[in-house]
């Protein structure tokens, strides 16, 4: 059932392009990677996800209601994503933050701090490539100033140059200010992006 | 969608053939077709998205020899994709999906389904959709050849066949159904597929 090509570039860690398993292909789970997240469990979650942003605060309760029954799928590479009534949520490396999946990002994009990259590097981010300093750092691109600077190992959104939806999200590997000093070498090594298996996933 | 209701939410037109916003139709790959897409569906965003302006200016942030670069990739791309789907849709037009009626015991048959999975279609949903359907056992085996078939108990292929063109007939042509009888005994001496 699960197809091997799918199963490397689903979240993390993508350095296959998809465009060989066409379009609207999907990697299906079966049922039986998926549970129910006890209630006790779901609490902790919820107060884990709002910890890491806190922008998702006042928005909480529309898509993570108290009383919604959680659930959760597992995926390769010990990835846990979180979801509710089959749409997805968040997803949680085994030793990592949760990070939320695109679409949420989407319907609530002032809930994490963004960047932006030019758009000389929209085209290598969507096939999955590792994102790069001078993509942030070119006249197209957009680092906040220093009292807003962003921490190493932040989860952050990316945006690009004359869009308005965040393409990519992922955890930062160097800060914004160093990003800025040095102006090369690897910001983030992994993520989540648009059109990857995680996106193209379906869940029902 | 769940955060659809909710009230602050902002809700997103997801492009109907590549899944991206719109805005980034352009790096998916089917550039043409979501482009075409849009403009049927959400006319309002295509007039925005695709005007002369936001053309021009796309360009204008790019030096001559990435844009070059770019346009190329793209290009490349998008061939791609038209050719595996060119493939696919030839796939499709070629096999079949076979409904195989088997004597299980004298007066009691099994009717098998094989090559759902090449129109798209899951077969272990269909299976269950199958069984619900008829009230009988259903379910998903791999045939001695090593192809999963749905195996429903029961002689149901007319039913069968009515179902899929009626559920899925988008996606499988009525041409493309087959019956076949089978009058073995044994499903194990069944021919290879």
Redesign the interface.
Known sequence: MFKKEYVHCLTLRSHKPQ??N???QGL?I?PSNRSKVKSSVQRGLRQKLLETYPGFE??IE??MPKK?SLEAVKLPDRVTLYT??S?PLFFQPIDGPPVPHL??V????SAIPTIQI???A??FV?SGATLMAPGLTSP?GRLPDAEHAIEAGQIVGVT??????I?LIGMLKVGTEEIKSKGKGVVMDEGHY??DGL??MHLD | MAEVEAPQARQITYCGVCTLPPEYCEFGGTAKKCEDWLKDNESNLWDKLYSEDALNANLSTLSVSAQERAAKDAAKKEAKAAASEARDSERKAASKVIIKRVERNKRKYVTVVIGLEVFGLENKKIAKDLGKKFATGSSVTRSPAGVEEITVQGDVSDDLSDWLLEVHGAKIPEANIEFVEDKKKKKSEQPIV
């Open positions: 465009a060989a066409g379009p609207h299906l079966p006042p928005v529309e898509f919604a509710i009534d749409t679409r949420l989407h319907a609530y994009p030019d758009r000389g929209i085209r969507l197209g690009a140059e004359g869009k308005e939806e393409c648009l059109g996106w193209r």
